[in-house]
Every structure is written in C-alpha cells, then in structure tokens.
C-alpha cells in the first residue's frame, strides 16, 4: 500500500511539472509573435520541462551551445590587481585630482 501512495505522488509530480513547464514553453512560443521577453521565458518553460523530460533537457543543452561559445569569446579579460582601477585609492584619490572633476 505504501508503494502506491509514493508511486502516485510521484506521478502526480511528474504531471504537474509537465502541465506548469508546458504552459510556460507555449506562453514563451507565443511571445515570439506578441510582446513579451520569450527569449526568457522559453528556456524557461524547458528548464522546468527537463526536469521530468529527455527531449526538453536534449533541446536546452543544443540551446546553451552557442551561447557559451559567445560568453567565451566575449569575457572580459581578467586584470592583475596591480592593473585594477576600482582599489579606492586610484580611482578617485585627491593626488590624481583630474581637472575635469574640479569644473
């Protein structure tokens, strides 16, 4: 009896992920063509999909590509701290009083 509750609790999670993820991803399709940031609520909607689904999880890895290829290609370059502007004493220090301040 025990194995029944727990089999459909875990069925009833399963559909209940699916129905919220579903929603989401058909809300985000519709904000293609309507206002709205579908370009966020898409991966969304699959994120919660890919919980529960192997096509969905398949899907958003084929969409991370490109855009880890692009983070990579736009990183910013990591300065020593000798090169770091934001210490305090040279971003704004009374001896580098730059004369454009004082105007």
Do not use: H, Y
Request: hydrophobic share 50%; with cysteine; charged share 20%.
């Amino acid at each position: 009896m025990n194995t029944l509750v727990l089999k459909t609790l875990q069925q009833a999670k399963r559909l209940i992920v699916i129905v919220v993820g579903s929603t989401v991803l058909l809300l985000g399709i519709a904000m293609i063509v309507l206002p709205g940031p579908a370009v966020l609520v898409i991966p969304i909607g699959l994120s919660v999909l890919a919980t529960e689904l192997v096509w969905a999880r398949r899907l958003l890895n084929k969409l991370k590509v490109p855009f880890k290829k692009e983070r990579k290609r736009t990183m910013p370059v990591k300065l020593s701290e000798n090169e770091t502007l934001a210490k305090g004493r040279d971003f704004a220090s009374p001896s580098s009083n730059p004369s454009w301040l004082c105007q």
